[in-house]
């Protein structure tokens, strides 16, 4: 079983920066590639960042490419999502997930869930 615990949401303006953590705790995430997701109000969960459990692999979704980044330290058991450049669109619960698999971008492919983090950006 892996815990997953989100932080670092918050109200930001358009154009502003936040910084997203996901800590896990139970059993060691490093053989866990790690992921990023949103869910907006009225739609569906979308993919946003994942990385392998080495951080050495990278895939993001097209609406965050250039902007946000995502990265871990296998040795605090965390992992971040750096967004930059914030639009109003980007507002929804940031959620992180955990799946033996790199590369997934499906929800139903990840195996652990945090509880989520809200983001909001305003104009």
């Known amino acids: 079983q892996v815990e997953l615990v989100e932080s670092g949401g918050g109200s930001v303006q358009v154009g502003g920066s936040l910084r997203l953590s996901c800590v896990a705790s139970g059993r060691t995430f490093s053989g866990y590639a790690m992921g990023w997701f949103r869910q907006a109000p009225g739609k569906e969960r979308e993919f946003v960042a994942v990385?392998?459990?080495?951080?050495?692999?990278?895939r993001y979704a097209e609406p965050v490419k250039g902007r946000f980044t995502i990265s871990r330290d296998n040795a605090k058991n965390t992992v971040y999502l750096q967004m930059n450049s914030l639009k109003p669109e980007d507002t929804a619960v940031y959620y992180c997930a955990a799946s033996r698999t790199y590369g997934y971008v499906k929800p139903t492919q990840y195996y652990y869930w945090g509880q989520g983090t809200q983001v909001t950006v305003s104009s």
């Open positions: 990385n392998s459990w080495s951080g050495s692999n990278t």
